[in-house]
């Protein structure tokens, strides 16, 4: 129990949250022990604790309200759905007209739909988004993302993030956006927001709110937004960058006075019972030297408070929950969230390993395959009580620069 107190991350097991998943039950911060003791988050250090109501301060009132509906639109998707097209339009000019005279649509992103379309390329069987990127972009990694995205809404109880919004958000950014589930979501949620979802890879999602946008860019060059934003999404972007204080320097500048960052990335698979020589050891290792040869280590090395304040940040917490993979859990819910969680890993084995382990450790394809065979078949078979911590790092930019 006292661990919870002491540690920079509260490790919050998934058990805590409520059996029904509904947006208003989940309560993120009753931690549970290991004899499943619910522990209230009172006991968490100042720093770790919950922002309190009254310290939610971003700056929704209004002074620039004209200018929060201008727009860093590059691309509104034209794709069909519950959205018709002159939905979007409308939506888009209305920003654009409230922009002013002139909108260089380009000015946002730094490459252009075409040339990404053109940077796509095969390999090993796998569609790719460019030369760099580790995991693919083929149609099979974007089933597994909303897999991924549901495991998530499960996990957070019907919540889209952990950190503490108001009700009136107005500019949200989700960084590496994907096929945009999340986007999508706090789009629908907020609906008087503006969403900004980028991405180096091209992803056309159908069914997209007028006031969600999908744009093409880099983010590891120097962004280019003219307005700030109330909260900045990332997840899921581990092994994706080098240097993860420059992405941080970057959020920092372009996030209000008050709004938040939330940065979410996961740990290797545990099993507790498990050997150290288990498949799954063995392929975690793997990918986690590949990646760091590679000079963009997976996991979650860069949730570092340190880091996050060194650019400025305050008020950074970690909430980790823990999702078991497979129905070994005896709890109903978590069997389900358990089961999904397994197909979401088993499909991510040959995504997170076949370019990194080719390409650094010079293993043949087929010899990727056949150890994420055997993972599988570990994961699958054996009574090993697998499970992957998730960590949520939240962070606020202070109301005053320090
Ligand atoms: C594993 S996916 C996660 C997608 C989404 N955030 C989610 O949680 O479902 C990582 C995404 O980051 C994108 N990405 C990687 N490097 C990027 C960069 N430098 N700039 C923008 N997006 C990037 C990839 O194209 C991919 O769509």
Redo the contacts with the bound molecule.
């Keep these: 129990m006292g661990t919870a107190t002491a540690a920079e991350t509260t490790r919050v097991v998934s058990s805590s949250a409520r059996s029904a998943v509904h947006a208003t039950s989940f309560d993120p911060f009753s931690v549970v022990s290991n004899q499943n003791t619910p522990i209230k988050s009172n006991i968490m250090n100042d720093s770790d604790r919950v922002e309190v109501e009254e310290d939610l301060a971003i700056d929704v009132d209004g002074e620039d309200d004209d200018a929060d509906n201008r727009s860093d639109i590059s691309r509104v998707s034209s794709a069909s759905g519950r959205y018709s097209t002159s939905e979007k339009s409308q939506y888009a000019s209305c920003f654009l007209a409230n922009q002013g005279a002139h909108v260089d649509l380009g000015r946002a992103s730094t490459k252009s739909l075409t040339e990404s379309i053109l940077l796509q390329s095969s390999e090993n069987g796998r569609r790719y988004?460019n030369d760099t990127?580790f995991?693919p972009?083929d149609d099979t990694e974007q089933t597994r993302?909303t897999i991924?995205?549901q495991v998530y809404l499960l996990l957070l109880g019907g919540e889209l993030t952990t950190a503490p919004l108001p009700r009136r958000v107005r500019r949200v950014l989700?960084?590496?956006?994907?096929?945009g589930?999340?986007a999508i979501a706090i789009g629908e949620k907020y609906t008087s927001a503006e969403v900004v979802a980028?991405?180096?890879?091209v992803f056309q999602p159908t069914d997209v709110p007028p006031n969600v946008v999908f744009q093409i860019?880099?983010?590891?060059e120097e962004w280019t937004f003219t307005q700030a934003f109330d909260f900045i999404h990332i997840?899921?972007?581990s092994g994706?960058?080098s240097d993860w204080a420059a992405i941080y320097r970057e959020a920092f500048k372009h996030l209000k006075p008050g709004g938040y960052l939330e940065v979410i990335d996961l740990e290797p698979i545990q099993m507790p019972k498990s050997s150290p020589n288990s498949y799954v050891s063995i392929f975690t290792g793997a990918v986690q030297a590949a990646s760091e040869k590679a000079g963009t280590p997976v996991g979650v090395g860069h949730l570092k408070r340190s880091m996050l304040e060194g650019v400025g940040f305050r008020s950074v917490r970690t909430t980790v929950l823990d999702v078991p993979i497979g129905t070994w859990p005896k709890d109903s819910r978590k069997q389900s969230m358990g089961k999904m969680w397994l197909i979401g890993v088993l499909e991510g084995l040959e995504a997170m390993s076949l370019r990194l382990l080719t390409r650094q450790m010079n293993w043949k394809a087929e010899e990727v395959r056949e150890l994420c065979d055997k993972v599988k078949a570990e994961l699958v078979g054996g009574n090993i009580e697998a499970k992957t911590p998730f960590h949520f790092l939240v962070a606020k930019k202070p109301l005053i620069a320090i």
């Excluded at 980028?198 to 890879?201: A, L, P």
């Design positions: 988004c990127y995991m972009n993302l991924l995205h989700d960084v590496g956006s994907g096929p589930d999340w980028t991405d180096i890879s860019d880099d983010v590891t997840r899921n972007l994706a960058f």
